[in-house]
């Protein structure tokens, strides 16, 4: 059973579009990091937030954290061919639960 | 600083058999979580080790174990092994167990035919 819920699971778009991955739960966690996983590869980790309703940004990325500690999103705009890859979420609570990923695929 | 370095990155073994995977952490983490990823279930936390001591397991058969030295260098083992072991295995460090900065090493591939 996955404590966190991605969504999309695929997602496919075209270079220079903007999207919205969406991670949720019902826990709350006392923090959620964003990790980036390329095939082969272990995860990176992109951003941790800490504090409910932090935005943070990286570059042309967009990390929110809701305001209850529950759920999550990550904005990419103008998406690039490299941003490609696996997007995971990970929460902490007694150990790190991740979610299942969103899978994307930009296209030149 | 160097990442984490995991040994061996492939490995194949036979049903029944019994594999020793490593894992060096970075260089003053004291920490070390495994992990299990295969298509199907995702990231699924196996456990954690700080200071030679598991703090933490997840809900995984007793065939799957694991331990840390004093150098903070981890190995995890899997005996009688069984073809649903075939997975990503990965290694990931920090500096204090429970925290939420880890750094993954590249993971071990194992394949069990």
């Known amino acids: 059973t996955q404590l966190l819920e991605q969504s999309p699971q695929f997602l496919s778009i075209q270079e220079g579009e903007n999207l919205t991955v969406y991670c949720n739960s019902s826990?709350?966690?006392?923090?959620l990091q964003w990790y980036r996983q390329e095939p082969g590869e272990g995860p990176v980790l992109l951003v941790t937030?800490?504090?409910?309703?932090e935005v943070k940004k990286l570059k042309r990325l967009t990390f929110q954290f809701g305001d209850a500690r529950k759920d999550s999103s990550l904005h990419i705009t103008a998406a690039q061919p490299g941003d490609t890859g696996l997007y995971l979420c990970?929460?902490?609570?007694?150990?790190?639960?991740f979610g299942a990923g969103t899978r994307l695929t930009v296209k030149p | 600083k160097a990442g984490v370095t995991q040994t061996p990155r492939y490995l194949i073994k036979t049903r029944g058999q019994q594999v020793t995977l490593s894992c060096s952490p970075i260089?003053?983490?004291?920490?070390v979580s495994w992990y299990q990823q295969t298509p199907g279930q995702g990231l699924q936390f196996l456990f954690e080790?700080?200071?030679?001591?598991?703090?933490n397991k997840g809900n995984f058969p007793g065939r799957f174990s694991g331990r840390q030295f004093s150098n903070s260098r981890s190995e995890m083992n899997v005996s009688t092994l069984e073809l649903g072991d075939s997975a990503l295995y990965l290694c990931?460090?920090?500096?204090?167990?429970?925290?939420?900065?880890?750094?993954f090493g590249p993971g071990t591939r194992l394949t069990v035919t």
């Open positions: 990931a460090s920090s500096l204090y167990p429970r925290t939420y900065e880890q750094y």
């Open positions: 826990s709350v966690f006392s923090s």
């Open positions: 937030v800490v504090t409910g309703g």
């Open positions: 990970a929460g902490a609570a007694n150990d790190m639960r």
């Open positions: 260089s003053g983490h004291r920490s």
């Open positions: 080790y700080f200071s030679e001591t598991q703090r």
